[in-house]
């Protein structure tokens, strides 16, 4: 279940800035759930104090330079690998880098079932941000398919934000 406003609280309290950003609720709702809240906020700060990790991505500034560096970062080596697709999704009136600064900032729990968020942690853990790009390039290159025979912008945002259809699965 997500942070009560309590637990918020109590988190924003250990963590001294006095800002929780909505991918950072994300993140803490996570590890809440599987560790004490002392834990789960000493993780919060060693995350965003290293850079090999989410360094700037949960700033109190909602729309972060350090997601939108990620994001654009992204759009560059997709355009480089793949620039049919990033055409495909430019084409219906969709920017990468504005969908990728969800998944980063996220590290892409908002996509998972809670039982895929733990092996994407540790591997997260593991390679920090490079895996979050590897992990961003390998989800586009699955869903290249389906982008490229989409029929309406609207199927292209549901294929890369990963909207759930009836019954919870994501389709594709």
Not at 39 to 68: C, F, H, M, N
Not at 80 to 98: F, Q, S, T
Request: charged share 25%.
């Amino acid at each position: 279940p997500p942070l009560s406003p309590r637990r918020c609280s109590n988190l924003l309290r250990l963590l001294a800035d006095g800002h929780l950003s909505p991918h950072l609720v994300v993140v803490a709702s996570f590890l809440s759930l599987v560790l004490p809240m002392v834990t789960t906020a000493r993780v919060i700060v060693a995350l965003q104090l290293d850079p090999a990790y989410v360094k700037g991505y949960w700033s109190e500034d909602a729309d972060s330079k350090a997601l939108r560096r990620e994001g654009r970062a992204l759009e560059r080596i997709v355009a480089y690998r793949h620039p049919d697709l990033l055409e495909a999704i430019e084409g219906a009136g969709i920017k990468l880098w504005e969908i990728a600064r969800g998944w980063f900032g996220s590290l892409f729990f908002h996509l998972l079932p809670s039982n895929g968020r733990f092996a994407l942690f540790d591997a997260f853990l593991e390679d920090g941000v490079l895996f979050l790009f590897r992990f961003a390039l390998a989800l586009l290159q699955h869903r290249k398919p389906l982008i490229m025979q989409a029929e309406t912008p609207e199927r292209v945002r549901e294929l890369l934000e990963m909207v759930e259809k009836k019954g919870g699965a994501v389709e594709g």
